[in-house]
T-cell receptor, first 114, second 110 residues
Framework: NAGVTQTPKFQVLKTGQSMTLQCAQD?????MSWYRQDPGMGLRLIHY???????DQGEVPNGYNVSRSTTEDFPLRLLSAAPSQTSVYFC?????????????FGAGSRLTVL | DAKTTQPNSMESNEEEPVHLPCNHS???????IHWYRQLPSQGPEYVIH???SNVNNRMASLAIAEDRKSSTLILHRATLRDAAVYYC???????????FGTGTSLTVIP
């Protein structure tokens, strides 16, 4: 099993450009989420989804859009990139229904906005 | 989900045990305690979790206080590969937002 796959691993954007970070999982997990991690800071939740067609905001949702059309995929869209969005982005997924369900993380996508 | 507090950093000598504390004074009866670690330049990975009883696996042990307001991740013999940031989070049946905080940065001294 591949687990959680994030693409691209690295991306450089200019201010105002748009792009999509891809996240795919092959474990049939209902729950998927996006975090950002800035230097010296922990993980902060951007958006999450509990199933196809269902998304919700996390702690820092501004500037990001998400959608969940399939169980497997949860893309994160930056419509107009800003330097403040320079960060490392992590996607995580898990089963729902129990507090014992563990999160599986992707390897991360490092985004630089100039 | 309830928040947790951890020390910002800890040091350990190689091959000695390490006890990483986590406080979760607002934990509810249905919250599981999860530990994850993040090696340099990698995504977080699962370490261990528990509800009430102490837990052991091949990576670590988890000691949970009787009142469940705190827990301790125990690495029995620290190696250089254990140098990472360790996060303690809580998860219940319905919670979907997890507070990772800044975790504890563990330095292992050769």
């Amino acid at each position: 099993n591949a687990g959680v796959t994030q693409t691209p691993k690295f991306q450089v954007l200019k201010t105002g450009q748009s792009m999509t970070l891809q996240c795919a999982q092959d474990m049939n997990h209902e729950y998927m989420s996006w975090y950002r991690q800035d230097p010296g800071m922990g993980l902060r939740l951007i958006h999450y989804s509990v199933g196809a067609g269902i998304t919700d905001q996390g702690e820092v949702p501004n500037g990001y859009n998400v959608s969940r059309s399939t169980t497997e995929d949860f893309p994160l869209r930056l419509l107009s990139a800003a330097p403040s969005q320079t960060s490392v982005y992590f996607c995580a997924s898990s089963y729902l229904g129990s507090g014992a369900n563990v999160l599986t993380f992707g390897a991360g996508s490092r985004l630089t906005v100039l | 989900d309830a928040k947790t507090t951890q020390p910002n950093s800890m040091e350990s000598n190689e091959e000695e045990p390490v006890h990483l504390p986590c406080n979760h004074s607002t934990i509810s009866g249905t919250d599981y305690i999860h530990w994850y670690r993040q090696l340099p330049s990698q995504g977080p990975e699962y370490v261990i979790h528990g509800l009430t009883s102490n837990v052991n696996n091949r990576m670590a042990s988890l000691a949970i206080a009787e009142d469940r307001k705190s827990s301790t991740l125990i690495l029995h013999r620290a190696t250089l590969r254990d140098a990472a940031v360790y996060y303690c989070i809580l998860r219940d049946l319905t919670g979907n937002q997890f507070y990772f905080g800044t975790g504890t940065s563990l330095t292992v001294i050769p």
